[in-house]
DNA sequence: CTGGGGAGGGGGCCC
DNA sequence: GGGGCCCCCTCCCCA
């Protein structure tokens, strides 16, 4: 058998040897196919930019951008839905408008889609974050998560070695043949355990609990007795993208950077308006209120503003901090630790182990043969005593719910109070 | 091993 | 928007 060149020419045919289907093999994979990716992107990126056959029109906050509507369909779940409800074959453009975001924010997603190049900086994260959610756009989020921890875990670095953070981070993609999950998971595998070698050190160094900076929420009830976080002097330093303290006004900083376009719409009403909801940036968690969403937001953070006077533990919430105190400390309850039964002032007394407190009544009392004695960890006090210690509590009630600082609080709480200070444990002092 | 209760965390919603 | 209440859930401890 012989083969006819172009020229003429005849060669005899050859059958392909192992060496060669292995070369050509090799050639028409990995480097030819993200050679070749990369060539039509750019190819497209520059039609665009040439407004060359671009059939899809966006209004962005009164600024047009033109674009491919394949490619946005393509990358954006948003275009997808939108492109397939219109005419499929329609030869007129099709036509989008968003007030939502603003234009800078789109190019920035327009740029990437074009380019794999999603260009961060602080000033600009949340809400391309924002965008992304809105157009969902899961592999811009997972870049833009990665962004926000990589600039968490700058700052913990910088705050041992002083170094000034990079202003900005350029996100690429790389062509490696992986889809948007895997590339995501990749990702947020990686920064994830970058964050985690950090968070050990500075455990080791600092020997405080961790804050994972912005971290997936706990499932709901879930309890980390580990995870709690004691106050310190850097925790009134407010939070900055770039460089962000371990502290305590994290929820409140993320929240004022919060775009307004977080609110999304949500389920319809009865007569068919929509409503508003407001979706966390960091889960898909959604909320009516924006007060809501900043509670929310210190389960991302892992802030707890409220320390307990009694024991150092800390809180999310006033309300927690509150139940905690008058139920481990103050003994509120009338009801007898030991029978279970209810009890009233008159008929019971608080027994204090430490810092905790409980009630028991008259007759588990003396079954149990509690006296009080003095320099002793277990003792019992008189009803008017108690009602002295409570009316004292009742002030520090109204004046500050742990907001003072802990060395202050030790010295204020007084003998009265029986408050000892424990170890920098998470466990409660055991009453056991 | 299991069930019950305490403690704490988080969401919904009212004031 | 903040405070507070209620409810539900989960974890942990203990009998």
């Known amino acids: 058998m012989e083969i006819v060149c172009e020229n003429g020419a005849r060669r005899p045919y050859r ?102 190049h999603l260009a961060l900086d602080s000033t600009n994260v949340i809400e391309v974050m924002s965008a992304a ?48 999950d895997e590339y995501e998971a990749e990702v947020m595998s990686e920064q994830s355990s970058q964050c985690q070698s950090v968070l050990e050190t500075s455990l080791k160094e600092e020997q405080v609990t961790p804050f994972d900076g912005v971290s997936e929420p706990r499932r709901r009830g879930t309890r980390k007795r580990s995870a709690t976080h004691r106050y310190t002097p850097d925790d009134s330093s407010p939070i900055d993208l770039q460089r962000a303290p371990a502290g305590t006004q994290k929820a409140d900083e993320l929240y004022a950077t919060l775009p307004t376009i977080i609110g999304v719409m949500g389920v319809f009403n009865k007569d068919s308006t929509p409503t508003m909801r407001f979706k966390c940036p960091f889960c898909t968690h959604t909320v009516k209120r924006k007060a809501d969403l900043k509670r929310h937001l210190r389960c991302h953070t892992g802030e707890r503003p409220y320390p307990c006077q009694a024991c150092s533990k800390r809180f999310t919430r006033l309300e927690h ?33 430490g810092s905790r407190r409980y009630r028991l009544c008259e007759v588990c009392l003396q079954e149990s043969g509690l006296v009080a004695r003095e320099g002793s960890d277990t003792n ?53």
Not at 60 to 79: E, K, M, P, Q
Not at 405 to 429: C, F, K, R
Request: charged letters at 30%; a negative charge.
């Open 15 to 116: 059958t392909p040897s192992d060496a060669d289907r292995q070369l050509v093999r090799r050639w028409t994979s990995a480097d030819m196919s993200a050679n070749h990716h990369s060539y039509l992107l750019k190819q497209l990126d520059q039609q665009r930019r040439q407004e060359l056959f671009c059939d899809c029109n966006v209004l962005v906050g009164g600024r047009l951008f033109r674009a491919h509507r394949n490619v946005l369909f393509g990358s954006s779940g948003y275009f997808r839905m939108l492109l397939s409800q219109g005419a499929r074959d329609s030869l007129e453009p099709a036509r989008a408008s968003f007030d939502a975001f603003a234009p800078d924010t789109f190019a920035t997603i327009l740029d990437f889609v074009y380019s794999g």
């Open 133 to 180: 959610s809105y157009l969902q756009m899961d592999n811009v989020i997972a870049y833009c998560k990665a962004f926000i921890e990589s600039s968490l875990e700058i700052s913990t670095k910088e705050a041992t070695e002083d170094t000034q953070p990079p202003q900005s981070i350029m996100w690429e993609r790389q062509d490696d043949g992986k889809d948007d």
């Open 321 to 353: 901090l509150r139940s905690h105190f008058e139920t481990i400390h103050q003994a509120r309850k009338l009801v007898c630790r030991k029978c279970k039964r209810h009890v009233t002032e008159q008929n019971s007394r608080v027994v204090c182990e």
């Open 380 to 432: 019992t006090e008189e009803p008017g005593l108690l009602l002295g210690v409570e009316e004292e509590l009742e002030g520090n009630h109204n004046s500050s719910w742990g907001m003072e600082d802990e060395d202050d609080l030790a010295e204020d709480s007084g003998t009265d109070l029986i408050i000892q200070e424990v170890e920098d444990s998470d466990e409660e002092p055991s009453a056991k």
